[in-house]
DNA sequence: ACAAAAGTGTTGAGAGTACACCCATGC
DNA sequence: GCATGGGTGTACTCTCAACACTTTTGT
């Protein structure tokens, strides 16, 4: 890029685009997957839904405008955050020229300490399968990012990143379920979490309301989450 | 993002970065991995080495800025490409604050009609595994870039596009290996390059110097070029 | 006939997949 | 003692990975 900038490029006025991190929240809730949703106030799209998002400071990463939002929106640091995709189609914004860095974050429920309607703007969380019109592209992007999360979900450990900090594997393989939208076999999902290597036993229990209590279990952070590839070449 | 506009958006004057698409143009020649770089004429980092890359007119989408650039750097159009990744770091360009959407492609070394020289910008091929020092945070990217290609190489049929139109298994197994960094083994490769069902014999043969001549190829554009990935959980 | 590259099968090990019953607890 | 969710093992199939020789051509 910058190759080709002219010596006067300060003086230069290019027209720029605006630039705006949008993220994507998710959380499980409710034996359901849902995504943080802000109701807008201003046209365009006035009283629609919208993804939260936000101007970039000029003096903070995308990584931070990212997290600044999030923090804004829920409460929440600290949790799983990836870079998604750069949507910047020449009209997404009927306005002007928007270009928006999209992130996605995966928060535990109970980590959440800055619930809906604790701000001037409204805000709820709608499932990923029953979501009302958005504004903007951000159905697309709303639905690009569960893709991926799906896609993640199968070749990495990330599905934790939505559970408390300690869970049974019947939490687990339930919050698998909700997102991938079908049933595992419990011997087979057991053996291989427990085979990868990834959690640790905490030694207690929970009692739910019936039946045997369950074994609670603690992601270990020095795992390595990620599984190999059925590689298309040997 | 939008939903926190002020409606008076417009009146508002928002301080505005500077968006640039970079590309990362791959191709393969002389056995090796090979990228296009530039030679910068200005400051900041004149003479260094960098990225082809430029701003984003306001009417053009980030592809068609990417393809743009492509066509200015190499004559070609229609090859594979995809968006990298989006680097925003407040001072990743000295002078102003500069993102950039980085987006890699992959050209068939034969398709490539401007030949280094033919512009006023000096610009050349070097070794992915032998790159001079780059400008900016361009090695960081070129290096991201690199992870992206091996990594999609892997589950993926994505390594024709470094190819001309036919081939052969050879020629494919050999770009593999250049790209991989290891060698493959002649018989599962081919066994299960042919089981992927993504490729069809042309019923031509090549005679190259010596030796047998082989059997071309053709990549079936209506072939799935992906491939199923080891799922953490059955 | 020989040099050079193309082409071809088998086997053992490990992972994936399908499948059904006993266990611990609260009421 | 029964309802509820927790926890366990085995057999078959398929894919992976390692490995060496024959075929076709030009010189």
Redesign the pocket.
């Known amino acids: 890029m910058n190759a080709n900038l002219p010596q006067n490029y300060d003086a230069a006025q290019f027209e720029r685009p605006s630039v705006t991190v949008d993220v994507i929240i998710f959380s499980l809730s409710d034996d359901d997957l849902k995504v943080l949703l802000v109701k807008r106030k201003n046209l365009p799209y006035a009283g629609m839904w919208a993804i939260p998002g936000g101007f970039i400071h000029l003096d903070e990463s995308l990584e931070e405008a990212a997290a600044r939002k999030l923090r804004e929106e829920t409460g929440v640091a600290d949790v799983y955050m990836e870079q998604l995709y750069t949507f910047g189609a020449p009209h997404r914004d009927p306005r002007t020229r928007v270009i928006t860095v999209a992130y996605f974050a995966l928060v535990p429920q109970d980590s959440i300490s800055h619930h809906p309607g604790e701000e001037a703007t409204e805000t709820a969380w709608h499932s990923v399968y029953d979501l009302p019109p958005l504004a903007f592209d951000h159905a697309e992007i709303v639905e690009y990012a569960f893709t991926r999360l799906r896609y993640k979900l199968e070749y990495t450990a990330v599905g934790f990143q939505l559970l408390p900090n300690v869970f049974?594997?019947?939490d687990l393989q339930k919050a698998y379920e909700i997102i991938l939208g079908e049933d595992l076999?419990?011997?087979?999902f057991?053996?291989?979490i427990l085979s990868a290597d990834i959690l640790q036993e905490t030694g207690e229990r929970r009692?739910?309301a019936?039946?045997?209590?369950?074994?609670l279990y603690r992601y270990r952070d020095d795992a390595v989450a990620e599984v190999k590839t059925?590689?298309l070449f040997?």
């Not at 076999?185 to 087979?188: F, V």
């Open positions: 049974t594997l019947s076999d419990k011997r087979n057991r053996r291989k009692q739910s019936e039946g045997r209590p369950a074994m059925r590689r040997p």
